[in-house]
């Protein structure tokens, strides 16, 4: 397993006092930050637009790790990469060519990721996976934070480690939704390698204490 990158989602994050908390979590050891983008259409919720992904480039130097969940990432990707995004995630489903909007992100200087839900077929999408760097599996089913992890992703996880290493590909594997200090041992063994938590590190009363559980949970601490 490569080394493990742990990237808290600032949406569980307390706002009024977002710029604390994001130095918290960096200094507690977070490797990237995770920022979910939600415009009421493709998902129920709404959350956060390029300017606050703009601010939060301002206060932290870690990787800024934006999730589109949204119907018209052609439009806006390159937006937010200008406020400061270095990965950029769409779903294929919100694309009318998954090829071009990855290339399209991969050409504006940041790295392209596709997103898989629970309830998608691993072949539905593979195809798109040729042109990404990475892969996001979904283990719970976007729109919103705190929601439970779905166990039964798991083998789809290691379907898509498989997928990759037959290919020899350079694409990471990351994994969103539910995980916490007590389930990550079982993500990464199914391939994960980018693990995002929101609520796992946010709502604990020690973000370092939290981060360092979760590495010793995986042999990394």
């Given at each position: 397993?490569?080394?493990?990158?742990?990237?808290?989602?600032?949406?569980?994050?307390?706002?009024?006092?977002?710029?604390?908390?994001?130095?918290?979590?960096?200094?507690?050891?977070?490797?990237?930050?995770?920022?979910?983008v939600?415009?009421?259409?493709?998902?129920?919720?709404?959350?956060?637009?390029?300017?606050?992904?703009?601010?939060?480039?301002?206060?932290?130097?870690?990787?800024?790790?934006?999730?589109?969940?949204?119907?018209?990432?052609?439009?806006?990707?390159?937006?937010?990469i200008?406020?400061?995004?270095?990965?950029?995630?769409?779903?294929?489903?919100?694309?009318?060519?998954?090829?071009?909007?990855?290339?399209?992100?991969?050409?504006?200087?940041?790295?392209?990721?596709?997103?898989?839900?629970p309830?998608?077929?691993?072949?539905?999408?593979?195809?798109?996976?040729?042109?990404?760097?990475?892969?996001?599996?979904?283990?719970?089913?976007?729109?919103?934070?705190?929601?439970?992890?779905?166990?039964?992703?798991?083998?789809?996880?290691?379907?898509?480690?498989?997928?990759?290493?037959?290919?020899?590909?350079?694409?990471?594997?990351?994994?969103?939704?539910?995980i916490?200090a007590?389930?990550?041992?079982?993500?990464?063994?199914?391939?994960?390698e980018?693990?995002?938590?929101?609520?796992?590190?946010?709502?604990?009363?020690?973000?370092?204490?939290?981060?360092?559980?979760?590495?010793?949970?995986?042999?990394?601490?």
């Amino acid at each position: 397993m490569q080394s493990l990158k742990i990237a808290p989602s600032i949406l569980s994050a307390d706002f009024s006092r977002l710029k604390d908390e994001i130095q918290a979590v960096e200094a507690a050891g977070a490797d990237w930050l995770h920022v979910d983008v939600m415009d009421g259409h493709f998902v129920p919720n709404i959350t956060i637009g390029p300017v606050v992904v703009e601010w939060v480039r301002k206060v932290t130097a870690i990787p800024l790790d934006v999730h589109l969940m949204i119907t018209d990432p052609d439009k806006y990707a390159p937006e937010f990469i200008k406020a400061g995004a270095d990965w950029v995630t769409v779903h294929p489903d919100t694309c009318a060519s998954p090829k071009a909007t990855l290339e399209k992100i991969r050409e504006l200087g940041a790295k392209a990721s596709v997103a898989v839900n629970p309830d998608v077929p691993i072949k539905k999408v593979e195809g798109c996976f040729v042109d990404a760097d990475m892969v996001l599996m979904m283990t719970v089913f976007p729109g919103f934070g705190g929601q439970a992890f779905i166990p039964d992703v798991l083998p789809k996880i290691t379907e898509v480690r498989k997928w990759i290493d037959d290919h020899r590909a350079a694409i990471l594997v990351e994994v969103d939704g539910g995980i916490k200090a007590d389930n990550i041992d079982r993500v990464c063994d199914a391939g994960g390698e980018v693990i995002v938590s929101g609520s796992g590190i946010f709502q604990t009363p020690d973000y370092s204490e939290t981060i360092r559980r979760m590495r010793r949970a995986v042999g990394q601490a």
